[in-house]
Structure formats: C-alpha cells, structure tokens
C-alpha cells in the first residue's frame, strides 16, 4: 500500500508547487513508511529526483527540498510499503526511466501490477529485486515517437492489476486508476494549480477544493493549457477495496463511492460498524471498552455506545513507531517483543482488575498484538479479555497491493477451514474473538440494503467491492 500526492501549476504560482506537494504529502504519509521519494520537473523540463528507504520525514528533508529549488510545474511525492519487489532501495517511488529519445518519464503508483508478458519482458536479469511499479515504467519507456497521448493510452489498455498512476512525460502530467477502482485517487484544485492524491484530507488539508474522484480507467491528462479527459470511465461496476476504508484511510478522509453509497467520513464508517459489530457480538458483562489505536477508535466508540459500556483510553500508541501492519520482513519474526514498546497499557490497578475487557481493533491479521495485548491485560488483573474486529476474517493475501504476501503470516488462513473464531481466540489467549460479518459489514458500507448472492463468498463482489482478502474471489475473475 502507498500514498501518493502530485501537484501541477497550470498557471498559478510555481514556486509554490513543491510547499503544497510536501505539505498535503504529511496527510499520506502513514500509508508507506519503508520508503519515499519525490521528483519534481522545471518550467523548462528539468527533473530532479531525491528518494530513499525509510519513513517521509527521515527521507525528505527540508534541506533535500531547498537543493531541489523554487521553481517547478509538478511535484510527485509518494510514499511506500513493498509489495511486489519488496523492500529493496531500487523499488522506491518515484520511479525515473528515460525513454528511447531520451525524455524523461517518471512514474509513482498505488497499487500492484498482475505481471502479463509485456511486463515482465522488461526484466533486467543483472538486477537483484525489480518492483512491478519499474517494470511498467521501462514499458512505457520504451517508444520513441511524439504521440505520447496514444501511447500513454495503449499501454495502459493493455495493464492489469489495481492501481492509481501519476505519470510525467517531460512536463505533462497522465492520472489514472484501473478499470475497477480499487485504488483510490482523488483531484483537487487550489490556486491555478491541481492536486492528485490518495486521500482528500491531503488536498483539503493545505486549503484546496475536492474536484471529484478519478473515474474507473480514467486517463486524464494535465498541461500548461489545462485539464484533458483523454478515456472516459469504462462504466465498470467499481470494486473498491474494503480495507482501506476499515483500516488504512484517515478517519478525516473522506470514503471512495461504493456505487452510489452515501458520502462518509471514515470516522463515521468506523463508529457505525462499532454498533453494528456490538449488535452482532454483544459482550454484556463487560466492564470497558478498549479501542486499539488508532483506527480502532472511533469503531470502540461505536461499540461502547451501543452496548451502554465506558469508552476507556486505556491503550496509547507510541507517536514514533510505525504501522502495525505493515511491518518489514525482518520485523515479523521478533514482532511479539516489540509490541509492548509501541502500544502502551495504561497500568492502573483500578482499570484492569477483576474487569471484563473488550478490546476494539479494525482487523486481525497477524495476532501478534492482539496476543501481546491478552496477556498485558491478564497480567494486570483483567478476569476476561474479548475481542471485537471491524473487518471480516482475513484468509488470503493481498495480490493487488496490501503488503500482506503469504498465507503463513496471516492467522485466520492457519484455521481456514475449521471453527477460527474460536482457534484464533485460543491462539491468542483471548475469551472470545469476533469478526463483523461480511454482511454486517457491508449493510454498513452502503447505509442499508445489500445484494446476498446465491454463492456467498461473491458478497463483496456483488456489491461493489473486492473482497478478495476474505473470499479468495477477484473481481477481476
């Protein structure tokens, strides 16, 4: 998962192209914290390029700006977790190729690429680890003609996979998102100039005006004499991804359009699927109510509401750290030590002992945490530990861009096929365990009624999402 933010001054101000490219990137930075990058492009076509591996603010110094100068039409910034490719430093976005006449393309990218021929014939067997994100841009690279506009369009006709594309070509700007929009991608405006990012707090942020969202295989083009619709939306059904809006979305975000659903701040999302989640799985004798920072909070809020138990800020998160999910490989086998140093219990006698806790999170993926936190909370004296999830079950990785690769690091895959709620509640060492339904999540989704298919593992899928980390079924077939 990634976050991306790009600024073009049509005819505003260009020295105040990068100050608004960084500033908007502070509201996206949490969705990629193993690398980062930004490439900006002159007046007069010049690129410059400075990335890195680490979080946005250890990469991106103020003085790595300043060397960059004042004056530029586009910024492109973006922030990175390793799916395909993983965390090598050659995967860091902005990606930046030339092509056969030597113009310079510069590509940043949500998502993850399904690896068809034309893109893996841009392989470089002497490179140790390539992203799919490089791939693609050595593609697109690779032509030598002027119609930049139908080219840009036929390779990405031929494109698979999710994502939401910045891409420059000397100093015109192409945005886009596949034909599904899993990923998101929002245009704004501010000053003469326009921005496309990830999540509209990003542009609304720094002052600027939502424009809409980027259509389902929209290919818009941007230059100095304005906005271009080069391909209208493909009228697709969206299949938006769900987990965005349940775990990785700021909750002053506004949410994607599920078809037609009502517009939604992630907190509201969030509170709503706590009282529903407290209808479905009702703990009735507890004494508090525990939300898991940070997006587990305002669904405990919802939780304690409706089940009439205290909202407790038990649970602080450490400013400093780094996701939860989204850990480096290296992390994962060591995690279970470290939780502790991220997430602190506040260890108040009074609070814990002898009390009936539900702890409120978004998801459950891995169980380290979750685990960690039982035995914290037992070791102060709690009489039971329940959990209560805002997402369903997660069963199979991600393959269009959640940096979650393998079945063996996900915990409901290890009980696939047996009773998991009350495996993983064992494995964790909690009283229960319990995740939304697929359907109660989704009637929150869309403020009601849902479509219940005859083969319930296409539910998301029959109602404009994905699904796909719950169900194994793609929309994409």
């Known amino acids: 998962m990634c976050g991306i933010v790009v600024v073009y001054s049509v005819n505003g101000d260009t020295s105040r192209t990068i100050p608004m490219a960084i500033g908007a990137s502070k509201y996206v930075k949490h969705r990629g914290q193993q690398g980062a990058g930004v490439c900006v492009i002159t007046p007069e076509g010049t690129v410059m390029h400075h990335s890195g591996v680490g979080a946005f603010d250890a990469v991106i110094k103020p003085t790595d700006i300043e060397k960059m100068g004042r004056d530029h039409r586009l910024a492109m910034v973006q922030c990175r977790w390793g799916t395909y490719g993983g965390y090598h430093e050659n995967n860091v976005q902005p990606i930046v190729v030339n092509s056969s006449n030597d113009i310079p393309v510069c590509v940043v990218h949500n998502g993850q690429f399904i690896l068809m021929p034309d893109l893996l014939s841009q392989r470089d067997l002497t490179d140790d680890i390539e992203s799919d994100t490089l791939l693609f841009a ?31 070509i000397h100093d015109v700007l192409f945005l886009t998102r596949d034909s599904y929009g899993v990923r998101p991608l929002y245009l704004g405006s501010l000053d003469g100039a326009y921005i496309a990012a990830s999540e509209t707090q990003a542009i609304t942020a720094i002052g600027g005006t939502i424009v809409r969202e980027i259509g389902c295989g929209e290919i818009l083009k941007i230059d100095t004499s304005g906005l271009h619709v080069l391909v209208k939306g493909n009228g697709h059904q969206r299949h938006v991804c769900e987990f965005e809006s349940a775990y990785l979305c700021r909750p002053d975000s506004m949410m994607q359009s599920f078809n037609g659903n009502r517009s939604l701040f992630h907190a509201r999302f969030r509170f709503e699927l706590g009282e529903a989640v407290a209808l479905e799985s009702p703990v009735k004798h507890a004494k508090m109510v525990v939300g898991v920072p940070d997006s587990g909070m305002f669904f405990a809020k919802g939780f304690s509401k409706e089940c009439g138990v205290s909202d407790v800020m038990a649970l602080l998160r450490e400013r400093d750290s780094s996701s939860r999910l989204f850990m480096d490989d290296e992390f994962l086998g060591t995690i279970s030590g470290k939780v502790l140093s991220k997430l602190s219990l506040i260890p108040d006698p009074e609070l814990w ?25 037992f070791d102060l ?5 329940h959990w209560r999830l805002s997402f369903p079950w997660i069963k199979h990785p991600c393959p269009f861009g959640i940096n979650t690769r393998t079945y063996a690091e996900l915990i409901a895959a290890q009980f696939a096929d047996e009773d998991t709620e009350r495996l993983v509640a064992k494995h964790i060492g909690a009283t229960s365990v319990r995740y939304i339904s697929p359907e109660g999540f989704l009637r929150v989704l869309l403020g009601g009624t849902i479509v219940i298919p005859q083969d319930p593992e296409m539910i998301f899928i029959a109602n404009g999402g994905c699904g796909y980390c719950v169900t194994g079924k793609s929309p994409m077939g």
């Open 353 to 377: 002992e002898d009390s009936v806790v539900v702890f409120c999170d978004d998801s459950l993926v891995r169980a380290n945490v979750s685990r960690a936190l039982t035995k914290a909370a």
């Open 138 to 168: 050595r593609l697109l690279a690779r032509y030598s003609g002027n119609d930049w506009d139908s080219h840009v369009v036929s390779v990405l006709s031929k494109t698979l996979g999710a994502y939401s594309l910045a891409i420059s």
């Open 381 to 385: 004296g709690a009489l039971e530990v």
